[in-house]
Structures are given as structure tokens and as C-alpha cells.
């Protein structure tokens, strides 16, 4: 089993930034892959960010790229997800994904463990 707690959400004016965490716990393997995805209202959760625990490798959306860095800290089980240049159409409840290793990173459905989320929301 995998415990995932994400903290760091809150409100925020366009242009801001926002630094989410997650917190991991529970069997290694199960966490090769850590990802975020997040959910507006009324749409299907999509991708965000991943990156590989052992190795460091990062995978982005390109509606983020250049905007979001995701980062860990092994010492920590920690993953984090800095949020620059915020824009409205950002505001999600934003969820801490975790999964072995393997391909479909950015597939929601290929990731066995969830965080409850936490609510991120960008104003004009």
C-alpha cells in the first residue's frame, strides 16, 4: 500500500506562484512514478507533471511546460510542484498520483494510488 498526502493548495491572483507537496509512504515500488493531475469542474482529470524517483526524469503537459517544475526529495518521500506564472484556467483540485514503473505516464488510469487533493484556484 501507498499513503499519499498533498498539502500547499490556497488562492491566489493570476501571475502568482504556489508550491503543492506530496507526501509518500508505504512500498517503494509502488512509487517508481509520481505524478500530478488535476481536475476543473465539470472535466476529466489530466495530466500535469511526473517524474521518476530513482532516475529524476521529468514529464510535462505542454499546457505547463516552462511554467510548472516538479522536484523531489528523496530524504523527504516528498514530491513537489512548483506552480510560476499561475493563470485561471489553472484552478483545479490538483491530485498526487503514484505508480510503478512503465509506460502511459501521463494516463490517469495507469496509476494505482491517489492523494485526496488539494483545491488550487487562480483569479483574474
Known amino acids: 500500500q501507498v499513503q499519499l498526502v498533498e498539502s500547499g493548495g490556497g488562492l491566489v491572483q493570476a501571475g502568482d506562484s504556489l508550491r503543492l507537496s506530496c507526501a509518500a509512504s508505504g512500498r517503494t515500488s509502488s512509487r517508481e512514478v509520481m505524478g500530478w493531475f488535476r481536475q476543473a469542474p465539470g472535466k476529466e482529470r489530466e495530466f500535469v507533471a511526473a517524474?521518476?524517483?530513482?532516475?529524476?526524469?521529468?514529464w510535462y503537459a505542454d499546457s505547463v511546460r516552462g511554467r510548472f517544475t516538479i522536484s523531489k526529495d528523496n530524504t523527504k518521500n516528498t514530491v513537489y510542484l512548483q506552480m510560476n506564472s499561475l493563470k485561471p484556467e489553472d484552478t483545479a483540485v490538483y491530485y498526487c498520483?503514484?505508480?510503478?514503473?512503465?509506460?502511459?505516464?501521463?494516463?490517469?488510469?495507469?496509476?494505482?494510488?491517489w492523494g485526496q487533493g488539494t483545491q488550487v484556484t487562480v483569479s483574474s
Open positions: 498520483g503514484a505508480r510503478g514503473a512503465g509506460m502511459n505516464i501521463g494516463a490517469s488510469y495507469s496509476y494505482d494510488y
Open positions: 517524474i521518476s524517483v530513482s532516475g529524476g526524469t521529468t
